[in-house]
């Protein structure tokens, strides 16, 4: 520890006198480090660090990352450093005032010293592998006996029954069982679709028998369709009096486990799951852009999405005329995920064949398709057990070596007992979603139904000829009637009766003929199924006109029709909007005389373009002039803006050449027009029009310019939905608008409001919601309690960074796709986050505790950005936050605006929030070009070249700038030596090992040495950034041999490791080293929180973990106890972080979660009532349910008898 007497010596003249007189010195201080960083009570470390040996750092290193600190940061840094070291002033430490700087957890100190509970072994590495070996061995046990089991031949012949059926080994007469009885099971579960979400068969094998269940519903066939699950429905696996520990497998298991009784009682068993097709993923799973281009190799062509994702591979040049795929390695170490997939890539000489095609029976069959087919049915679900089964055999011993620490073993076990209780409120929410949606759709659908019967007016005097948006519809009118009617006197009639009649039919006729004559073919195709356009001829149209008047409902007219956009007459600055099948949706920009020739003039300003359609070039320029005041010139000269490149690859891809040529032309192209320009480029354009354009081939129109409407992601991408997303913020400032503005913005907020529901509905409303109201015993509830139960299904590795997935509750929509912007973008647009304007949002609030119990949870404070953090201060000196990056998230504040997302916000000129994602897109891996199309997205305003300074600005100040390497030879220490002695030439090495390429060429003058004696491979170092220091620390561990998560050394799938990939997919691994490494600290908190909670008996299960947060349902007498076990888990587990990475000490801002919520309802923040559109009352008022509460570390000490984990 540095002493007062050494720091009283050490600040004469200021920190770098102090540095520079202090030849070493601790890391360690009873409050701060010496970089001013708040750390931990000197007792805690003592408890968490035991026997651990100070850190010592060389004057000269510390004097480095001030100055880098300084440098980076700013004098505001500097500012803060002079402030919050030791002393004050000049007078930086002092003798009195070192043990005066005061901690923020004083006032708890001796209490959490004093009653922690103590480690299990010598220290942190010691204790989570004694408490995790605790509670997996006896799994891992069950899994590794079953591995070893040869499988045994399939039976072939099924007992038609309800319930289970044991098939012994040694031909015994199948008998009824409850359950099977067995520890370790291969199970798989089939559903006949349409008659609901009940089981209807499944086939279980163990290392004694096979077992096959039948449900009362396939048995007896009295039982009809509905789609309520009770308990009774369900597939019993029992439990035994002692409750040992039994283990099920399956592939995608979690699908399984979600028909299985016993899941769904509150009181959770030791029944685990184990998925084979985590395992798959975890041990040679494909990233997204991997999958892209494994798909697109296996069709032999290219898509969209296959061009994006060649971006991530390293030389995406013209090598085949299939994609080039057939030297990339990874494709031979991987496949997709499906079990048939999986089983033919582990196990190519299996004789199974697992036959897809007789799946499709439980998709679109009938229970009694099923039952006529029972005894194949049934082989069919015991061959998938078998495929299960050998999958599982193969890849246990590859996921042991690959995954050895016993806390990933055990966490991705705990990962898959998620658990979501209800109750009958769960009902009323579907229903107030889909009610409120109605509503804001018939808004919509009433205000454009009213637009199209406007539009039908155009058909007078052909009108619609002279429109610059509905010239191209289908204006034909209705069929006359070619029958002639006569009317024949009844014998009953007189002439005045018989009179009348003849009139009112002859009306009736006339204004039918007339009605015809103004409906259009376009508005006649609107109609509902009872008015086919084939037998108009036929119907009343009279009536017909009368009924569509009265009835919303008749004309079918969304707002996602591309026929809205023009009875909206939507116009982009001026420019009226065109829908083109190449490029979707863009705009006309009239001025262009070049192509006039080309076409035939109807009349004056009108030219006929096809067969009876002609386009109305004067009236698109008459609005153009009345909405712009003038008419863009066009130009014929050179392009001298800067634009070239852009505007030769627009005309390339405007030629179709994209269509018919692969993925990997297109870039052999793109390349070759930046690297050899062929000329002055000439182009038909108007002279002051900046847009994506003009694409004159494919769209030629005469007189007019067609232009793509921008899209958030690239040029090169279309826009479908000028209502969508990406263009909000054009309809909001006003780029975008209608001819009346109040329209386009009333459709867009109802479309926002919609979206949401939308989206999900069809994920949430069949979710499987079991009650258990009937089975009181059993599941330990009152009769007055009404409880049901959701099970999340979850696959704990859904991802090759090991995140888990489920599609309603977790935060992925798709998230093996890492196009970074989605992937990031999913933080903060995730589907369970309450959003007030959104039908359905409050979703999360419908997971209700039952009575008597809370919810108990936390966010993980900056976890993905702490961890990068910890591991660029690892890769330097070892102090924490000696680097840029990680000083200033630990001494960053929010409220004061110094933290890191603030900073870049005020940099960029965005919302913190926007900044949020920068920041998390750059860490990832994601480079300028992701930056540049953010930004552009969240400043519209901006030229193109303003956003890519800024990108290029951002990235210099935070990541840096590239130094290339070469790592020294054997002869090349021996030549750098050489040039020193000799010479007296100093070669600067970095790392000890490696130079600059520049430099070679000094040490080839040394003596008779070619490159390659001196120098091998290649490596990349950032400077002078911000975070330069961490993206060496992320790339040193993903350009490894064999990259591992640096805290439980999880390693890398196959198909991403480097000898594969080569330098492929870089932005994949490094992004696979923090989001990995963050599942590594989900695991470390579920195996700690277990711990505790057997310890010291607190009942508390875990329920969810979306993203950074975890939540425990706990009994309401254990609430503040559980919420001290989830504080002490962080504790433990940033502690344990710190001591794998070889920083023995943790620095105060990180030891606790800033709040723990305690809660009746899963919502993410404790005091938000879910007001949204849907549930205009809130949860207090329409469901009933009170506010939570959020403690810090000091409420919940006070609250849990002063710290004690006992009662």
């Known amino acids: 520890m540095m002493t007062c007497r050494l720091l009283k010596h050490a600040c004469g003249d200021g920190m770098f006198a102090f540095l520079k007189r202090s030849l070493k010195y601790s890391c360690q201080c009873n409050s701060r480090n010496p970089l001013g960083i708040d750390m931990i009570p000197e007792k805690w470390n003592h408890i968490l660090f ?83 070996h605790r509670y997996g061995d006896t799994y891992k046990k069950l899994l590794d006996k079953f591995s070893k089991f040869p499988l045994p031949p399939i039976n072939q012949t099924w007992v038609f029954r309800s319930g289970w059926t044991k098939y012994s080994f040694q031909g015994d007469h199948p008998i009824a069982v409850d359950y099977p009885d067995d520890n370790a099971l291969i199970l798989d579960v089939e559903v006949c679709v349409n008659a609901g979400n009940h089981p209807t068969i499944a086939v279980a094998l163990s290392d004694t028998a096979w077992y096959s269940w039948c449900s009362k519903r396939l048995f007896n066939p009295r039982y009809h369709y509905t789609n309520k699950v009770d308990l009774d429905d369900l597939i019993p696996l ?71 994702a060649l971006v991530h591979t390293e030389n995406p040049t013209k090598e085949s005329n299939v994609l080039g795929f057939q030297n ?23 004789g199974l064949f697992v036959a897809k095609e007789l799946r499709d029976l439980f998709l679109v069959g009938t229970m009694s398709d099923i039952r006529e087919k029972f005894q194949l049915l049934m082989t069919y679900c015991a061959t998938d057990v078998a495929a299960t089964f050998e999958v599982f055999s193969m890849l246990m011993d590859q996921f042991w070596q690959r995954f050895p620490h016993p806390v990933t073993f055990v966490g991705m076990l705990e990962m898959g007992t998620s658990y979501l209780p209800t109750n009958a409120k769960w009902q009323h929410y579907m229903t107030a979603s889909d009610k409120t949606q109605r509503t804001f759709q018939n808004q919509v659908g009433a205000l454009l139904q009213e637009k199209a019967r406007q539009a039908c007016n155009l058909l007078y005097n052909d009108r619609y000829k002279d429109d610059p948006w509905l010239w191209n519809e289908n204006w034909d ?213 900046n847009g994506i354009g003009p694409l004159n081939e494919r769209v030629n129109l005469p007189g007019v310019w067609f232009y793509k409407l921008p899209h958030k992601d690239s040029p090169m991408s279309s826009v479908f939905n000028p209502l969508g997303k990406c263009m909000i913020p054009y309809i909001q400032n006003g780029d975008l608008q209608s001819d009346d503005p109040d329209n386009l913005r009333l459709i867009t907020a109802f479309n926002s409001m919609c979206s949401y529901w939308k989206n999900n509905r069809d994920r949430i409303v069949p979710q ?6 009937c089975f009181q015993d059993a599941c330990k509830i009152t009769p007055d309690d009404e409880i049901s139960v959701i099970l999340p299904r979850v696959v704990c590795v859904g991802t090759v960074t090991r995140r888990s997935v489920e599609p309603t509750w977790m935060t992925v929509s798709n998230p093996e796709v890492f196009f970074l912007l989605i992937s990031i973008l999913q933080l903060y647009f995730i589907y369970a986050v309450f959003q007030p304007d959104r039908i359905g949002s409050e979703l999360r609030g419908l997971i209700i505790a039952p009575k008597g119990y809370r919810f108990v949870g936390a966010d993980v404070d900056s976890q993905e950005l702490w961890i990068a953090a910890l591991f660029s201060d690892s890769y330097g000196v070892k102090i924490h936050g000696s680097t840029p990056i990680s000083w200033i998230l630990l001494k ?82 021996t030549a750098v030596k050489l040039l020193k002695k000799e010479h007296n030439v100093d070669i600067m090495l970095y790392d000890g090992e490696f130079i600059k390429e520049s430099d070679i060429g000094e040490l080839l003058s040394v003596g008779s040495f070619e490159e390659e004696d001196v120098v091998s491979s290649k490596f990349r170092l950032w400077t002078g950034g911000s975070e330069s220091d961490l993206f060496n620390a992320l790339e040193k561990i993903a350009r490894s041999p064999q990259p591992r998560t640096p805290i439980l050394g999880c390693r890398i799938s196959r198909a991403l490791e480097p000898d ?148």
């Not at 499987?768 to 109201?773: A, K, Q, R, Y």
């Not at 969810?1104 to 609430?1119: A, F, G, N, Q, W």
């Not at 620095?1147 to 549930?1175: G, M, Q, W, Y």
Request: with cysteine.
């Open 50 to 132: 035991p026997n651990s040996p100070e850190t010592s750092v060389d004057k000269e290193q510390l004097e480095n990352c001030v100055r880098r600190i300084l440098s980076t940061l700013g004098s505001s840094a500097e500012s803060d450093l002079k402030t919050n070291l030791p002393g004050k002033s000049n007078d930086y430490c002092t003798e009195g005032n070192i043990s005066d700087i005061p901690s923020r957890f004083d006032s708890i100190a001796d209490v959490v010293a004093e009653k922690f509970p103590p480690l299990e072994g010598s220290n942190l590495d010691e204790h989570f592998k004694i408490i995790a």
């Open 238 to 308: 029992g439990r035994k009096a002692d409750d040992p520990e039994r283990i099920i497998i399956g592939h995608n298991v979690g699908f399984d486990r979600t028909f299985v009784k016993e899941e769904y009682f509150l009181k959770s068993s030791r029944l685990r799951f184990w998925d084979t097709m985590s395992m798959h993923i975890a041990v040679c799973g494909l990233a997204g852009d991997q999958r892209v281009l494994f798909m697109a190799a296996r069709k032999g062509n290219r898509t969209k999405a296959s061009e994006e």
């Open 328 to 350: 990339w390695k990874w494709l031979d170490v991987t496949s997709t995920n499906s079990l048939i997939e999986v089983h033919r890539f582990h196990c190519p000489n299996s």
């Open 477 to 689: 009118v209705g069929k006359e009637p070619k029958r002639i009617t006569t009317f024949k006197r009844k014998t009953t009639e007189t002439a005045l009766e018989y009179a009348k009649r003849v009139w009112d039919e002859s009306m009736k006729k006339q204004n039918k003929k007339s009605m015809n004559r103004r409906l259009p073919a376009w508005y006649r195709s609107l109609l509902q199924n009872n008015m086919q356009l084939e037998r108009w001829d036929e119907v009343d149209v009279f009536n017909a006109i009368l009924e569509i008047s009265s009835n919303e409902n008749a004309i079918n007219l969304s707002a996602q029709m591309r026929l809205a956009f023009k009875l909206l007459r939507v116009h982009w600055n001026g420019y009226p909007l065109y829908f083109s099948d190449a490029y979707g949706w863009g705009y006309l920009v009239p001025g262009r005389t070049s192509n006039l020739s080309q076409f035939e003039e109807e009349q004056p300003g009108r030219y006929i373009v096809e067969e009876n359609v002609v386009f109305p070039y004067k009236s698109v320029e008459a609005f153009v002039m009345l909405r712009r005041g003038k008419i863009d010139q066009p130009v014929y000269g050179a392009v001298m803006d800067g634009r070239e490149v852009e505007l030769r690859a627009m005309q390339w891809l405007d030629k179709g050449i994209h269509i018919d040529s692969t993925a990997q032309e297109y870039f052999f192209q793109r390349n070759q027009l930046k690297s050899k320009p062929e000329g002055p480029f000439a182009a038909d354009r108007p002279e002051n029009v």
């Open 768 to 773: 499987m919601v079991v009650s258990l109201t």
């Open 892 to 973: 960053g504040d929010k409220s004061k605006g110094t933290d890191q997302h603030s900073l870049t916000a005020k940099e960029m000129g965005v919302s913190r929030s926007q900044a949020k994602i920068l920041n998390y897109g750059r860490i990832y891996g994601a480079g300028r070009p992701f930056a540049t199309r953010l930004l552009k997205t969240f400043l519209p305003t901006l030229s193109d070249e303003d956003v890519k300074k800024m990108a290029r600005k951002l990235y210099r100040k935070t990541k840096g700038s590239a130094v290339y390497l070469r790592e020294l030879t054997e002869k090349g220490r």
């Open 1060 to 1207: 594969v990939v080569n330098e492929d997919f870089l932005t994949s691994r490094i992004n696979w080293v923090v989001q990995s490494s963050a599942v590594d600290y989900l695991h470390l908190m579920l195996v700690c929180m277990k711990w505790l909670c057997d310890t010291y008996g607190i009942e508390a299960r875990f329920t969810i973990s979306i993203h950074d947060e975890v939540r425990y349902l706990t009994k309401e007498d254990d609430m503040y106890r559980t919420a001290l076990a989830l504080q002490y888990t962080n504790l433990l587990t940033r502690a344990f972080f710190s001591f794998k990475t070889g920083l023995k000490s943790l620095p105060s801002s990180v030891a606790f979660f800033s709040k723990i919520d305690i809660d009746h309802v899963l919502r993410k923040e404790v005091d938000v009532d879910c007001t949204t559109p849907s549930n205009p009352f809130g949860l207090t008022t329409c469901y009933n349910i009170p506010f939570g509460e959020s403690y810090s570390i000091e409420d919940i000490i006070e609250k849990a008898a002063q710290g004690f984990l006992k009662h």
